[in-house]
């Protein structure tokens, strides 16, 4: 059940601060609704900061959002407007008439608040989007006709690019030139006197601004969000780097609930933030999604983008604070946020380097399917967990989000390393390379298809039947003596289990779960096996030359 489920029934008795608290933390429709039926929803629509705002908007699409818009500062609506009428560094003309068309909706006193609230460069650009000021009233011939009423927009003659345009933009010029002639005038002589590509760089600059001051960055410089900080030199006492802040009309905040926040990270959020550290934390998750190039209109990309935020940080929290909440807090609130995600990610970065030394060894070609499904995954640029390391029936990977995930892959890279150890120093043989394999005739075939348990259990096979320790392939006509000697009413002798896994364990300790490891395929695919049906084709663990 939802934060806001939980108090639907007692929203009603709820303080100011408390409903708002449920509509920040709330991540359903269900607080979004509970602030439309609210009766101090203009206040609470103000109070909450424009990234805020925007979010919500976002989640209840703008039919559904228009009285949350009404009651919105000029300064939500800005910031709206910035995040949503850009494609990178162009003005989206279509965007643009949306707006137009939105405003409209508002009434003609929000109309003309907009208009002198809003940058005069920014209502510019928006119109002259959608019309060409062909000239004033001051060019025209008293001699001759005035041009038509359809093409008059107050004082100036002007051309609209479609007729959604000519309806909307007209009716808003209407407003402006009867009730506020002055910001009317001001508007038209900045189309007549700024070229198009000017004025838009102007106002991308101006939007630059604002949203740096939120965190957004262009993507080169917030990529750094993402460079390693060694996790042994990383101090938990480090205090934030940047200066007291003055919150006094900040329009971040810390945005509504689209990220998931794990385990520890849940706990700390719930005790609450001060002002400070919400801010840090908006400028924090708004740099990874500059980094991440996140589109800010598509809600999925914003959700993707901040639960992997709260993923990292719950890391390296669980990491500094071992399950303490208190102490956890504590951190959050003292310390440098970006460092915090520096760490989680490092954390990981350091298993995934395990992971790139052991993928460029000798034993990776030939790593059993599970060991190399989670080298692939801990190998990605932002390294993913394989979703097998604790269930065998699972496939795909998934995110690191909790030191357990940490320590899951650190076992499991404990296992490849003592694999690694066993083929490159402990037998006594050496793996060739794919491409030097001689498999003329022999199952598997193909070096793509041959695995570690297969070399180690052929290897095994030959000493049984009396030879050296190696993988070299067996004959079929052998399947027979050699399945007599493993297994004993379609099980493998247990003295064969113990007695190589013991011999692998005293050679490193973990060796052992190897062995194990092979001998369970034997259990599976050679051991059950009836004499009349040994067929190369459908025997698991061995690498056998046909007849």
């Excluded at 979004?32 to 203009?42: G, I, M």
Aim: a negative charge; hydrophobic letters at 45%; aromatic letters at 8%.
């Amino acid at each position: 059940m939802s934060v806001a489920q939980q108090h639907l029934a007692t929203w009603k008795t709820l303080d100011f601060e408390e409903r708002l608290e449920i509509i920040r933390s709330a991540g359903s429709k269900s607080a979004y609704r509970l602030l439309l039926e609210s009766a101090d929803l203009p206040v609470l629509v103000r109070t909450l900061a424009a990234q805020e705002l925007y979010l919500l908007v976002s989640e209840l699409g703008y039919d559904d959002a228009l009285d949350l818009i009404r009651h919105a500062r000029p300064g939500q609506i800005e910031l709206m407007l910035d995040l949503d009428t850009w494609k990178g560094d162009q003005f989206d003309a279509t965007k643009g008439l949306e707006w137009l068309g939105r405003m409209l909706e508002l009434g003609e006193e929000r109309v003309l608040k907009l208009g002198r609230a809003l940058e005069l460069e920014f209502w510019a650009l928006m119109l002259a989007s959608q019309l060409t000021v062909v000239q004033g009233l001051e060019a025209f011939d008293p001699d001759l006709e005035p041009p038509s009423l359809d093409k008059l927009a107050g004082i100036y003659e002007v051309e609209y690019r479609t007729e959604d345009a000519a309806k909307i933009v007209g009716r808003l010029l209407t407003i402006l030139y009867s009730q506020d002639c002055e910001r009317y005038l001001a508007i038209m002589e900045t189309i007549r006197s700024e070229m198009g590509m000017i004025l838009e760089e102007e106002c991308f600059q101006f939007r630059t601004g604002r949203l740096l001051d939120l965190g957004f960055e262009d993507r080169s410089s917030a990529l750094s969000v993402y460079s390693y900080v060694a996790p042994d030199s990383f101090s938990s006492t480090s205090q934030r780097s940047a200066a007291a802040l003055d919150l006094i009309g900040f329009q971040g905040g810390l945005p509504l609930a689209l990220g998931t926040a794990e385990a520890l990270l849940a706990e700390v959020l719930a005790m609450g933030l001060s002002a400070d550290t919400r801010y840090r934390l908006t400028l924090l998750l708004n740099r990874v999604m500059s980094a991440d190039g996140v589109d800010i209109p598509e809600l999925s990309q914003v959700r993707e983008s901040m639960t992997a935020t709260y993923r990292y940080l719950n890391l390296s929290l669980e990491h500094l604070a071992q399950g303490d909440a208190l102490r956890a807090h504590e951190l959050f609130e003292s310390s440098d946020l970006q460092q915090l995600f520096r760490l989680g990610l490092s954390l990981t970065l350091d298993l995934r380097k395990r992971a790139m030394d052991l993928r460029a060894s000798t034993i990776a070609p030939y790593l059993d399917g599970p060991y190399r499904s989670f080298l692939a995954a801990i190998c990605l640029r932002h390294p993913r967990l394989f979703c097998g390391v604790d269930r065998e029936d699972r496939a795909g990977d998934r995110a690191f989000a909790t030191l357990h995930d940490l320590k899951l892959a650190d076992e499991w890279l404990l296992r490849i390393e003592t694999q690694r150890f066993l083929f490159e120093e402990h037998f006594p043989f050496r793996l060739q390379a794919p491409g030097d394999l001689l498999l003329e005739a022999t199952v598997p075939e193909d070096p793509s298809d041959i695995t570690l348990s297969e070399f180690f259990l052929t290897a095994l096979g030959n000493r049984l039947l009396g030879r050296e320790f190696a993988p070299v392939p067996i004959a079929e006509q052998e399947l027979a003596q050699l399945h007599a000697l493993v297994s004993d009413q379609g099980k493998l002798r247990q003295e064969i289990r113990s007695d190589a896994a013991s011999r692998l364990e005293e050679a490193r300790c973990g060796a052992g779960a190897f062995a194990s490891y092979c001998f369970d395929i034997w259990e599976q695919e050679f051991c059950p096996v009836a004499l009349r049906d040994l067929n190369p084709d459908f025997i698991g663990g061995l690498i056998i030359r046909r007849s």
